[in-house]
């Protein structure tokens, strides 16, 4: 007896007990011989050999791809992201989504489904997602997808084990697949209208439906299986009108099945693809700088010198950090300061008797790198100032300029590594016209791999001290093989170090460092002040650069201080700071913005009475009086509560009426948030900090899988206010009373 004459033998047994009457006699056909393909896998080749004695068509085999840039049975091509190179794998933070697309295609009219299919370092399956055809005219197909699960754990905490196990190479597999279910149906639904060969399509409806019941790919469950047989069944039953039977495998119920556990025949996957999944932190991360000589310095009342702060009174920074949210502080150089040369105020070139030195002029007769400056404590008290950060969850970065004062010990002991004149000299740091006297930069010709191994050396002694991420200062100016030698070396001991470039150069340089092993990236968002500037510059650093320049937006540094900020007062510092906090999954905050700290050294870029060149006494009672420290506890808030906003790969620009109103969203379906509900915020900024503005903000709903045909309802994040949002929506922002709109659909 042939599959299909089993089919109508238990249809019409099922018509005659409910009926009491015999079925309608029907045709009988010749079995249909197949042909053996060669390179068919096991279960096809079972399930063609099952279904020999079909009147349908046989289904599409799996044809192996034994060679690279052979194709499959389904064409699979130009997947993205790929690696750059066929070298350097795509990078994503544990648990981060991120966005999948592909050319998927067959031959002809048949239709074709793809799915995206994850798995971990071990090569175990952890994700398997249907993709939509965003683009049927050029057959492109996209799919969120996720390495892991997100996770906060610190590399020192418990747990994080478990976490480190997770962290190395993942793949993606893209599975192109005939879709012989929606192929079928589409035809059917026509000849059951127009009354067309209706017998034919009807009963291979049914026996596809069968197939699909004892295939094992689709991994369906025992009352799965019911179904489809059932389907196949009614559909078989020439008894019943064709639109019954159609209806047998036109439901929701079926529909439902083929979203969740489709017939994918002629299944080709693609050759996998890498990614390069690192620990938490290194993409979705809040920084805080602060100089620890200036943590708790205060104006001694019998003398009027500045008693400069020690590692012990900094103590109270690592409070403040937490305190509005942030998890990593970044301090600048902590080493001994050279004395040659050294600058004194504003960068000027002859220092007083009581200027303490830039801390980037390293070195002196104390020591070097490897040194804590007597003046800040000892390693001793640098270990407890990590401990205490540690109890606080905080992590600490160290600032590491690779340069040399005039006295640092190197001079001395590796006189080769520096660059010497004609008249025997050694060269100070210059960028004519700019000139760094007080600096000897490293000369990497001589002997790279002495200085490679020393910093390695020096390195491993302050992750040893509990530093666990390093800010590198103006790498872009050394070999890119240097840093590529050196963060291999380190990170092969400890794979949790992670490594912020400080590099403002070319697209080129900067894509290079992420290649070697730069987790993160300064960048140009603090010059990216208008709408056109932003609603360019937000999708770039949130689309594919972000696979592998993770950009770290930072409003303010020791060395800018932009005239928007001079320029814009409380208003301009929140505008920047939500931005900055919402625009990138990692942003960072110099201490002093929330006094407001604003005013520029003339004809330069950066604050007056710099930092970098003396100690700030602050009064953090005053910052109450502004309320951008409330602002910038708020915003790590939304941050931590919304997995919208983990991710380099959600962004989407809004349309805005006003020029000086720019909008954006960030979106994570819910497949992908861990609580099982999508998370969709929109952001709404006034870029004027001294106006109001009005402005239209339009949505394209489906984009962002929003209800297209009801308001939905949107929280203010900021202030708990809530409304009613569709399509087109009114906004109205004053720098005096809200500079911006986070909203959290609800």
């Not at 009342?301 to 900094?314: D, M, Y």
């Amino acid at each position: 007896m042939s599959a299909m004459a089993a089919i109508q033998e238990s249809a019409n047994t099922r018509n005659s007990s409910e009926q009491s009457k015999a079925p309608k006699p029907r045709k009988t056909t010749a079995k249909k011989t197949t042909t053996r393909r060669k390179r068919v896998d096991a279960e096809t080749a079972k399930v063609t050999k099952a279904l020999s004695g079909m009147t349908g068509e046989v289904p599409a085999p799996t044809i192996e791809a034994s060679a690279p840039g052979q194709f499959g049975r389904i064409n699979v091509m130009d997947i993205t992201p790929a690696e750059e190179r066929g070298t350097y794998a795509p990078r994503v933070e544990l648990g981060e989504p991120f966005e999948m697309t592909a050319q998927v295609f067959i031959e002809g009219r048949t239709k074709v489904g793809a799915t995206a299919v994850v798995r971990n370092p071990r090569g175990r399956e952890t994700m398997r997602r249907a993709m939509t055809c965003t683009n049927p005219g050029l057959d492109r197909w996209a799919v969120s997808v996720k390495c892991g699960e997100h996770s906060d754990l610190k590399p020192w905490e418990d747990g994080y084990a478990a976490v480190k196990r997770q962290l190395g190479e993942w793949t993606v597999t893209i599975e192109g697949w005939e879709d012989t279910y929606i192929s079928w149906l589409r035809d059917a639904r026509i000849k059951v209208q127009v009354n067309d060969d209706v017998d034919n399509a009807l009963d291979s409806g049914a026996e596809l439906l069968a197939r699909w019941a004892v295939t094992a790919d689709a991994k369906l469950s025992a009352q799965d299986r019911k179904t489809l047989q059932k389907a196949a069944e009614t559909m078989a039953d020439s008894s019943l009108s064709a639109e019954d039977r159609l209806a047998a495998g036109d439901n929701p119920q079926i529909a439902q099945l083929h979203d969740t556990h489709p017939l994918r025949d002629g299944l080709s996957p693609s050759q996998p693809q890498r990614f390069k999944v690192e620990r938490p932190k290194s993409s979705f991360a809040a920084w805080y700088q602060f100089f620890p000589r200036s943590e708790g310095a205060y104006v001694d009342p019998n003398t009027g010198a500045i008693v400069q702060g020690t590692l012990q009174t900094a103590l109270a920074g690592l409070d403040r950090a937490a305190a509005e949210g942030f998890d990593i502080v970044y301090l600048p150089p902590i080493f001994p300061i050279g004395t040659t040369n050294r600058k004194g105020r504003n960068n000027s070139l002859v220092a007083g008797p009581n200027d303490p030195g830039s801390p980037f002029g390293i070195g002196s007769e104390l020591g070097g790198h490897d040194t804590v400056d007597p003046l800040l404590g000892t390693m001793d008290d640098f270990k407890a100032f990590v401990a205490r950060a540690h109890e606080l969850g905080l992590e600490i970065a160290l600032d590491f300029a690779l340069q040399c004062s005039p006295d640092h010990p190197w001079v001395k002991q590796h006189p080769n590594w520096f660059r010497h004149k004609p008249d025997g000299t050694i060269a100070f740091a210059e960028n004519p016209p700019k000139k760094y006297q007080d600096i000897y930069p490293i000369d990497f010709n001589a002997d790279m791999a002495g200085i490679e191994k020393e910093v390695e050396r020096i390195m491993n002694l302050w992750i040893d001290a509990g530093v666990t991420i390093f800010r590198i200062d103006n790498p872009h100016t050394k070999p890119v093989r240097f840093w590529q030698d050196v963060i291999a070396a380190v990170t092969k001991k400890h794979p949790e170090v992670l490594f912020l470039a400080e590099a403002f150069t070319r697209p080129g340089m900067m894509r290079a460092l992420s290649y070697v092993g730069f987790t993160q990236s300064h960048c140009y968002f603090p010059w990216r002040n208008t709408k056109e500037e932003l609603a360019e510059y937000l999708p770039v650093t949130n689309g594919d650069d972000g696979y592998y320049q993770h950009n770290t937006f930072w409003p303010t540094t020791p060395d800018i201080l932009t005239a928007y900020v001079r320029d814009n007062g409380i208003a301009g510092h929140c505008v920047r700071a939500v931005l900055a906090a919402m625009g990138s999954p990692s942003w960072g905050i110099y201490n002093g913005y929330e006094l407001i700290e604003n005013r520029q050294r003339p004809g330069f870029e950066e604050q007056i009475d710099n930092e970098k060149y003396e100690v700030k006494v602050r009064d953090w009672d005053q910052a109450k009086q502004f309320g951008v420290a409330e602002m910038l506890t708020a915003l790590n808030k939304i941050r931590r509560n919304h997995p919208a906003a983990l991710s380099y790969h959600n962004l989407t620009m809004l349309e805005t009426s006003d020029p000086n109103i720019l909008a954006f969203a960030r979106h994570t379906p819910a497949e992908l948030t861990g609580t099982g509900k999508a998370d969709t915020l929109i952001v709404v900024v006034n870029l004027d900090g001294h106006n109001a503005h009005q402005s239209m903000v339009h949505i394209e709903l489906a984009d962002l899988g929003l209800p297209t045909n009801r308001p939905f309802k949107v929280r203010d994040e900021l202030t708990g206010r809530e409304f009613q949002w569709g399509w087109d929506n009114f906004v109205s922002l004053a720098p005096w009373a809200d500079v911006a709109h986070i909203f959290s659909v609800q």
